[in-house]
């Protein structure tokens, strides 16, 4: 388990969680033009290349994690939608 920190730009509190290090994540900086201050950015705007599991980011990174929960999908009128509108939330690790 990797304990990160959500970092909502729409709320100043920290949120720290505990997240499975399999969890796909990817670099902030490569899809922050798509994170319009939500606190994330969906499945379809991530490059799959640029996809490693949690664990293999040093703590300080700041990332974009696939959230895990079923109700975190835009579309869900069919199963492809809620793969591509799947959210995929801004974390910071904070320890490992």
Not at 42 to 59: Q, S
Not at 76 to 87: G, K, L, M, P, V
Request: aromatic residues 8%; negative net charge.
């Amino acid at each position: 388990m990797i304990r990160v920190r959500y970092a909502v730009e729409f709320t100043p509190e920290d949120r720290p969680t505990t997240l499975d290090g399999s969890t796909n994540a990817v670099l902030a900086d490569t899809r922050k033009e798509y994170d319009v201050g939500q606190g994330g950015v969906t499945r379809a705007e991530v490059n799959p290349e640029d996809v490693a599991a949690l664990v293999t980011y040093p703590v300080g990174s700041e990332l974009f994690a696939e959230s895990g929960l079923s109700g975190d999908v835009l579309d869900d009128s069919t199963d492809e939608a809620a793969t591509a509108s799947r959210i995929w939330w801004r974390v910071v690790v904070v320890e490992r």
